[in-house]
Antibody, heavy 119, light 107 residues
């Protein structure tokens, strides 16, 4: 069965960096675009970034552009998010999500990893 | 960028009621609209895509309609297990913006 398992979250001070990982299993990872979506405590969903199946295209929300970098390793079935210059408003649960081929909505989500940015 | 606005932000209804949630796009998005359900403490779940196509396994009391800028999610007969927050999402082009959510409670 499809599984997405995020890791790497934690508490970090403003201005510092963190790298999130998402381990994928149960499907042909290299055939799917992958996304990061976040949810601040008690708030709605915010789409963060996408990377195409072959890694050739990436797109970011304005709120993270220039600070976050999405990447993937298809040989390891892994998705990553390098988060630099973290701010308090980056505090959220970060979900990795698989998109439906040819579309950009999400049929499988991970359980999420919490990132807390605070001094 | 296209903005997605849901209404109402919260809703209270009785079991068996017909419930309608609206999502409006600031520009036309054809039918590139998905709906998700997020129960308290849980991960979002895909309900509907292409504005009106029910995801496999989703109860038939859920339906979606609309095209262009105006979309609706309808629950034909509200059940206790439908207590959740519902989000729309546009996916015609990046950024793949979500609506702010509609919190549905049982009266």
């Amino acid at each position: 069965q499809v599984q997405l398992v995020e890791s790497g979250g934690g508490a970090v001070q403003p201005g510092r960096s963190l790298r999130l990982s998402c381990a994928a299993s149960g499907f042909t990872f290299s055939s799917y675009g992958m996304h990061w979506v976040r949810q601040a405590p008690g708030k709605g969903l915010e789409w963060v970034a996408v990377i195409w199946s072959d890694g050739s295209y990436k797109y970011y929300a304005d709120s993270v552009k220039g600070r976050f970098t999405i990447s993937r390793d298809n040989s390891k079935n892994m998705l990553y998010m390098q988060m630099n210059s973290l701010r308090a408003d980056d505090t959220a649960v970060y979900y990795c999500a698989r998109d439906v081929p040819g579309a950009n909505f999400f049929d499988y989500w991970g359980q999420g990893t919490l990132v807390t940015v605070s001094s | 960028d296209i903005q997605m606005t849901q209404s109402p932000s919260s809703l209270s209804a009785s079991v068996g009621d017909r419930v309608t949630i609206t999502c409006r796009a600031s520009q036309g998005i054809s039918n590139y609209l998905a709906w998700y359900q997020q129960k308290p403490g849980k991960v979002p779940k895909l309900l509907i895509y292409a504005a009106s196509t029910l995801q496999s396994g989703v109860p038939s009391r859920f339906s979606g309609s609309g095209s262009g800028t105006d979309f609706t999610l309808t629950i034909s007969s509200l059940q206790p297990e439908d207590v959740a927050t519902y989000f729309c999402q546009k996916y015609n082009s990046a950024p793949y913006t979500f609506g702010q959510g509609t919190k549905l409670e049982i009266k």
